[in-house]
């Protein structure tokens, strides 16, 4: 347990008997949330009915049975035909009912602000999609949106769901490696910009990096700009390239397509330990679906709510945000910028100004803000705020005090959240109901069997073990993008019929859930992870570089920053001063500056297995001055002895 305290925030009986996850108990007949997990267990098909009934979903076919596990847990289907489509529950529904009411709230860089009505954002989606059918996108087609938050950002996201085809979110500053790799995988017929957009003032382009990524993506017909600063000169490639603006205001409107629950809509590229990104497949009657579920039953978020969740489109909580808070009804908005520019107090004045009722950040973000002091958060009325979450990281129990009671005031709770992409949301979370403790999670989120495993594939409690999910959800991804095998050794191949997430885990004596680490070498930097491979790669391919390891090791504001060890070749004339900083260039512009490299170590050789397999667990051990622990496999010891004398 280290130095966590216990129960720091309890819920005020009004806050828990008010609460969406209560009203859900009641529906059942339940008491609390043990009971809710038994019955669950006990009756899954009557527990996902229960949650439909809930949710309220729009279905073009109603669905015949929530579920379909015949072909084994791994390729579990729900919502045995149904029918529907994320844009009708996400936008078409709510402005037949709601209107004039504000779906999406934005605000730039440079203070500038729009808002779309839910009629407003149905009526762009509408065109957005018949100008997609213009550009030949069709139903199954893979689209690339490569955009900042902004509020084309959301209509495309829309549109490309309306028309039955595949969205591929990537996150706004990745270099054209990383982009190439991703949409070559899907086959990517057409990738969305802007021309362009601010940061800390500056003007970041865009335009560069698509034009490189469709020179060599052969499936990309058109890119499709954004013109997010008209003041920036943008070439546009005749015949490929065209105008938002020019294209979509007078395109004829598009009804959705009739998707099925199984239809993908998404995938997400997420990075692992080894190989290039997966790509999470997503439809549906799931993403969307496990979205809203947890933002009601987790967050206690309902229509009178505006959710501002610090992110990107590129990272899960940028589609989450986006599905669940339009599907809720509720009002959702987008920044563009920094926290703290141009001063430390603008992510308050955006509260304040916008009145942001839920604020998502992650732990990252509030250790850096704290560094300016409390006058910044004083200076602002944040008595809007009701509920605040978490993601992308653990904590450190200071940081979570300050947010809990600078931002929140000590009345609201910090849901911390923790799950991934390929879940769709959460596995572990706070609720409304439940004592929360600095850094905790009271629960598994309703609906995920969760449970830790020790070595033996037993439950254990008081002890750090494997994360596990026991039953199916509708979250799940469908497996990775031409990658079956993939999918089933990464979630499936540990325990018979249990995911393994790879993460650890401790259930503590009192019921509180902890998140220990990751079980596997993904590295997180601020809550964006990358796979040690993906960077590898990049290195080696320098000419003066022979071998290269990639590990994440802590740091006091980021939670990992990443290092990475280099064998360069000794016929190299290259200076080890000018290749240390050739290659945090090269990572830096392959991968986009968040993931720059903070060490670049120069080693004689890696520690490696006898089948030449790099062990990354030593190097980040040794180089941290940590316990070894088993190096049996080990061929050379000396590795680890000049990785030592490095010691960060």
Same mark, same amino acid.
């Given at each position: 347990?280290?130095?966590?305290?216990?129960?720091?925030?309890?819920?005020?009986?009004?806050?828990?008997?008010?609460?969406?996850?209560?009203?859900?108990?009641?529906?059942?007949?339940?008491?609390?949330?043990?009971?809710?997990?038994?019955?669950?267990?006990?009756?899954?098909?009557?527990?996902?009915?229960?949650?439909?009934?809930?949710?309220s979903?729009?279905?073009?076919?109603?669905?015949?049975?929530?579920?379909?596990?015949?072909?084994?847990?791994?390729?579990?289907?729900?919502?045995?035909?149904?029918?529907?489509?994320?844009?009708?529950?996400?936008?078409?529904?709510?402005?037949?009912?709601?209107?004039?009411?504000?779906?999406?709230?934005?605000?730039?860089?440079?203070?500038?602000?729009?808002?779309?009505?839910?009629?407003?954002?149905?009526?762009?989606?509408?065109?957005?999609?018949?100008?997609?059918s213009?550009?030949?996108?069709?139903?199954?087609?893979?689209?690339?949106?490569?955009?900042?938050m902004?509020p084309?950002?959301?209509?495309?996201?829309?549109?490309?769901?309306?028309?039955?085809?595949?969205?591929?979110?990537?996150?706004?500053?990745?270099?054209?490696?990383?982009?190439?790799?991703?949409?070559?995988?899907?086959?990517?017929?057409?990738?969305?910009?802007?021309?362009?957009?601010?940061?800390?003032?500056?003007?970041?382009?865009?335009?560069?990096?698509?034009?490189?990524?469709?020179?060599?993506?052969?499936?990309?017909?058109?890119?499709?700009?954004?013109?997010?600063?008209?003041?920036?000169?943008?070439?546009?490639?005749?015949?490929?390239?065209?105008?938002?603006?020019?294209?979509?205001?007078?395109?004829?409107r598009?009804?959705p397509?009739?998707?099925?629950?199984?239809?993908?809509?998404? +995938? *997400?590229?997420? %990075? =692992?330990? /080894?190989?290039?990104?997966? $790509?999470?497949?997503?439809?549906?009657?799931?993403? &969307?679906?496990?979205?809203?579920?947890?933002?009601?039953?987790?967050?206690?978020?309902?229509?009178?709510?505006?959710?501002?969740?610090?992110?990107?489109?590129?990272?899960?909580?940028?589609?989450?945000?986006?599905?669940?808070?339009?599907?809720?009804?509720?009002?959702?908005?987008?920044?563009e910028?920094?926290?703290?520019?141009?001063?430390?107090?603008?992510?308050w004045?955006?509260?304040?100004?916008?009145?942001?009722?839920?604020?998502?950040?992650?732990?990252?973000?509030?250790?850096?803000?704290?560094?300016?002091?409390?006058?910044?958060?004083?200076?602002?009325?944040?008595?809007?705020?009701?509920?605040?979450?978490?993601?992308?990281?653990?904590?450190?129990?200071?940081?979570?005090?300050?947010?809990?009671?600078?931002v929140?005031?000590?009345?609201?709770? +910090? *849901?911390?959240? %923790? =799950?991934? /992409?390929?879940?769709?949301? $959460?596995?572990?979370?706070?609720?409304?109901?439940? &004592?929360?403790?600095?850094?905790?999670?009271?629960?598994?989120?309703?609906?995920?069997?969760?449970?830790?495993?020790?070595?033996?594939?037993?439950?254990?409690?008081?002890?750090?073990?494997?994360?596990?999910?026991?039953?199916?959800?509708?979250?799940?991804?469908?497996?990775?993008?031409?990658?079956?095998?993939?999918?089933?050794?990464?979630?499936?191949?540990?325990?018979?019929?249990?995911?393994?997430?790879?993460?650890?885990?401790?259930?503590?004596?009192?019921?509180?859930?902890?998140?220990?680490?990751?079980?596997d070498?993904?590295?997180?930097?601020?809550?964006?992870?990358?796979?040690?491979?993906?960077v590898?790669?990049?290195?080696?391919?320098?000419?003066?570089?022979?071998?290269?390891?990639?590990?994440?090791?802590?740091d006091?504001?980021?939670?990992?920053?990443?290092?990475?060890?280099?064998?360069?070749?000794?016929?190299?004339?290259?200076?080890?001063?000018?290749?240390?900083?050739?290659?945090?260039?090269?990572?830096?512009?392959?991968?986009?500056?968040?993931?720059?490299?903070?060490?670049?170590?120069?080693?004689?050789?890696?520690?490696?297995?006898?089948?030449?397999?790099?062990?990354?667990?030593?190097?980040?051990?040794?180089?941290?001055?940590?316990?070894?622990?088993?190096?049996?496999?080990?061929?050379?010891?000396?590795?680890?002895?000049?990785?030592?004398?490095?010691?960060?």
């Amino acid at each position: 347990m280290g130095n966590e305290e216990r129960e720091y925030w309890k819920p005020a009986a009004e806050q828990r008997d008010a609460s969406r996850l209560v009203h859900f108990l009641r529906l059942l007949g339940l008491e609390g949330l043990q009971d809710l997990a038994s019955f669950q267990r006990a009756n899954p098909t009557a527990f996902w009915d229960a949650v439909m009934s809930d949710l309220s979903l729009s279905w073009d076919t109603a669905y015949r049975a929530p579920f379909d596990s015949a072909n084994g847990l791994p390729w579990t289907t729900w919502w045995e035909g149904g029918m529907l489509n994320l844009t009708v529950n996400a936008a078409s529904r709510h402005a037949a009912l709601q209107g004039g009411k504000p779906a999406v709230v934005w605000e730039g860089d440079d203070g500038a602000a729009r808002s779309l009505t839910y009629l407003e954002l149905w009526d762009e989606v509408q065109r957005a999609a018949g100008a997609l059918s213009a550009l030949g996108v069709g139903k199954g087609d893979a689209v690339g949106i490569c955009m900042p938050m902004v509020p084309e950002t959301v209509v495309l996201f829309l549109a490309v769901a309306c028309i039955g085809a595949i969205i591929v979110p990537l996150f706004s500053g990745y270099g054209p490696h990383a982009i190439i790799s991703r949409l070559e995988n899907c086959d990517a017929k057409l990738l969305c910009i802007t021309n362009g957009f601010l940061r800390r003032g500056n003007t970041v382009s865009l335009k560069e990096t698509a034009d490189e990524v469709a020179g060599t993506v052969t499936s990309i017909e058109h890119v499709l700009v954004v013109n997010r600063l008209p003041d920036h000169a943008t070439a546009m490639v005749e015949g490929r390239d065209v105008w938002y603006h020019d294209i979509v205001p007078g395109a004829a409107r598009r009804n959705p397509a009739l998707t099925s629950a199984e239809d993908p809509f998404m +995938i *997400i590229y997420t %990075s =692992g330990t /080894t190989g290039k990104p997966k $790509g999470t497949v997503h439809v549906h009657g799931g993403f &969307p679906v496990k979205a809203m579920q947890d933002m009601i039953h987790c967050f206690d978020l309902r229509p009178s709510d505006r959710l501002l969740w610090f992110t990107d489109i590129g990272w899960m909580m940028g589609p989450w945000a986006i599905c669940g808070m339009l599907m809720i009804g509720g009002t959702l908005v987008l920044y563009e910028g920094v926290p703290d520019h141009p001063g430390p107090d603008r992510l308050w004045s955006i509260i304040e100004h916008h009145r942001v009722t839920a604020l998502g950040i992650a732990p990252t973000v509030i250790r850096a803000l704290m560094q300016h002091g409390d006058d910044p958060v004083l200076s602002h009325d944040l008595s809007s705020l009701r509920i605040l979450g978490s993601s992308g990281e653990p904590w450190n129990v200071e940081p979570w005090k300050w947010f809990q009671n600078m931002v929140g005031g000590g009345r609201c709770p +910090i *849901i911390n959240y %923790s =799950g991934g /992409t390929e879940v769709s949301g $959460g596995i572990l979370a706070g609720n409304l109901l439940l &004592p929360m403790a600095p850094c905790s999670f009271t629960a598994p989120c309703p609906g995920m069997d969760a449970a830790v495993f020790n070595e033996q594939g037993q439950s254990v409690t008081e002890e750090v073990g494997e994360l596990v999910v026991l039953q199916p959800w509708p979250g799940m991804t469908r497996g990775f993008w031409k990658d079956r095998d993939r999918y089933l050794e990464t979630y499936w191949s540990r325990f018979p019929g249990v995911w393994v997430h790879g993460d650890w885990a401790e259930i503590t004596d009192d019921g509180l859930w902890y998140i220990r680490g990751r079980s596997d070498d993904t590295i997180k930097i601020a809550g964006k992870r990358v796979g040690p491979a993906e960077v590898e790669s990049i290195l080696v391919g320098h000419p003066a570089v022979l071998e290269a390891a990639a590990v994440g090791i802590p740091d006091p504001v980021k939670g990992e920053g990443l290092a990475v060890f280099i064998v360069p070749d000794p016929a190299t004339a290259t200076s080890l001063e000018v290749l240390r900083e050739e290659l945090t260039n090269l990572v830096s512009h392959e991968l986009g500056k968040a993931l720059k490299p903070s060490h670049v170590e120069i080693v004689p050789a890696l520690p490696k297995t006898r089948n030449a397999k790099v062990l990354r667990r030593l190097i980040r051990a040794a180089y941290l001055g940590s316990d070894l622990g088993d190096t049996s496999s080990l061929e050379n010891q000396e590795s680890l002895q000049a990785i030592s004398l490095l010691r960060h």
